[in-house]
């Protein structure tokens, strides 16, 4: 099912693109404005991949979200998902749908809460830093970068897996949205923000691959 989905997108314009979830509950789902179009812009120039210029925002209810192979949420606030939600995106990842959640600082407690609820036999376990996201494309063996301090605890990277695949994965204390964004928003230093496009290019390469 996996490779299914994916085949779908290869009928379309372009190979890929990042479908950014629309969650409920309070959180600002649309924070980093201009983090997706230039980590788009990248995978373009670095990669073989023909992406998409923009992102697509999506509801989980929306059908049109199992042609999406790769969403990505983020955002500093309240995370919920109905129970008509956490069916529908429990289905997605069976059906060979990917995650990327990316805490950027307030999402974290109700994150964890919430995406519980759809895999309550799959706890959050933090990956090895030897583990393939961190190796599909650019070299990260000491796991995440640190783009901005937060509460200046060490970056982590969690997944839940299912059937033996990674389906979610979770970057806290990290921050890769703000590293992606425009250099004049949090005048990050060019080398925060490469090693955030990198890292970001990681995810894809791998997600689309295994």
């Known amino acids: 099912m ?3 989905m994916l085949l779908i997108t290869l009928f379309a314009q372009y190979d890929f693109t990042i479908a950014r979830l ?42 049109k979200l199992f042609q999406y192979p790769y969403l990505y949420m983020t955002g500093h606030g309240r995370v919920r998902f109905s129970d008509e939600e956490i069916k529908i995106l429990r289905d997605y990842f069976a059906a060979g749908g990917f995650l990327h959640a990316d ?8 994150f964890r ?3 519980q609820k759809i895999f309550p036999e799959s706890p959050l376990v933090e990956l090895p830093f030897d583990h393939g996201i961190y ?17 200046g605890k060490p970056p982590q990277g969690f997944g839940i897996f299912y059937d033996e695949r990674l389906v979610i994965f979770y970057t ?13 928003v949090h005048n990050d230093p060019p080398e925060k923000r490469e090693d955030a496009i990198k890292m970001g290019i990681n995810i894809i390469v791998y997600s689309l691959t295994n």
């Not at 373009?44 to 697509?56: F, G, K, L, Q, S």
């Open 2 to 4: 996996h490779i299914l």
């Open 22 to 63: 629309k969650y409920t509950g309070g959180g600002d789902w649309y924070s980093d404005p201009s983090s997706l179009p230039n980590l788009l812009e990248a995978v373009n120039e670095r990669t073989t991949i023909r992406a998409a210029p923009r992102e697509e925002n999506i509801e989980i209810t929306d059908p």
């Open 103 to 110: 805490d950027n600082y307030g999402m974290d407690s109700t």
């Open 113 to 115: 809460e919430e995406i």
């Open 135 to 151: 190796h599909s494309y650019y070299e990260f063996p000491n796991g995440l970068p640190k783009i901005h301090e937060h509460d």
């Open 172 to 184: 806290y204390e990290c921050d890769l949205g703000d590293g992606w964004e425009d250099p004049d």
